[in-house]
Antibody, heavy 119, light 107 residues
Framework: EVQLEESGGGLVQPGGSLRLSCAASGLTFSRHWMAWVRQPPGKGLEWVANIKPDGSEKFYVDSVKGRFTISRDSAQNSLYLQMNSLRAEDTAVYYC????????????WGQGTLVTVSS | DIQLTQSPSTLSASVGDRVTITCRAS??????LAWYQQKPGKAPQLLIY???NLESGVPSRFSGRGSGTEFTLTISSLQPDDFATYYC?????????FGGGTKVEIK
């Protein structure tokens, strides 16, 4: 059974940093593109970033480029999101998600971790 | 960037109703479109991928159609478990984006 478990969310001040982690199990992690998707409270879904299986390609939504970095460690079966220069509008539940193949849709999701950016 | 517009934003329906949600893309996404269901406090669940392919384990009352710029998600006979919010998502090119969502409420 595929399981994705996010951690690392919390309250952070504007301009601060946070690192999210996603522990994966029940899948061949090293074979899959992975992604982060976020959802502000009471609002819709927003794709944040994708990363290739070997980590050599990464894609970001414009609003986080230069501030967020997606990475992965296949030895640890883990996905990460380093978030710097955080803004109030980054407040959201952050989900990690698996991409099953060449098409970038998301077939398994974690339960999400809440990031709140506020002073 | 490709924008996805869902309609309606809210839909009131009764158990047993046939329900159709529309997703329109600002430019062609070919058939690179997926649909998700999300319940309050839960992660989204994949229903349909590549416009019309039913994800494993999803009830057959869900179906998807379309290509290019216009897509539909149909629930043939609404069940109590189907009251939720539904999102479309394209993966034709970066940036990937989602529609604004359609909330299906009990009439």
């Amino acid at each position: 059974e595929v399981q994705l478990e996010e951690s690392g969310g919390g309250l952070v001040q504007p301009g601060g940093s946070l690192r999210l982690s996603c522990a994966a199990s029940g899948l061949t992690f090293s074979r899959h593109w992975m992604a982060w998707v976020r959802q502000p409270p009471g609002k819709g879904l927003e794709w944040v970033a994708n990363i290739k299986p070997d980590g050599s390609e990464k894609f970001y939504v414009d609003s986080v480029k230069g501030r967020f970095t997606i990475s992965r460690d296949s030895a640890q079966n883990s996905l990460y999101l380093q978030m710097n220069s955080l803004r109030a509008e980054d407040t959201a539940v952050y989900y990690c998600a698996r991409i099953p193949g060449a098409d970038s849709y998301f077939d398994f999701w974690g339960q999400g971790t809440l990031v709140t950016v506020s002073s | 960037d490709i924008q996805l517009t869902q309609s309606p934003s809210t839909l009131s329906a009764s158990v047993g109703d046939r329900v159709t949600i529309t997703c329109r893309a600002s430019q062609s996404v070919r058939d690179w479109l997926a649909w998700y269901q999300q319940k309050p406090g839960k992660a989204p669940q994949l229903l349909i991928y590549r416009a019309s392919n039913l994800e494993s384990g999803v009830p057959s009352r869900f179906s998807g159609r379309g290509s290019g710029t216009e897509f539909t998600l149909t629930i043939s006979s609404l069940q109590p478990d189907d009251f939720a919010t539904y999102y479309c998502q394209h993966s034709d090119s970066y940036p990937i984006s989602f529609g604004g969502g359609t909330k299906v409420e009990i009439k």
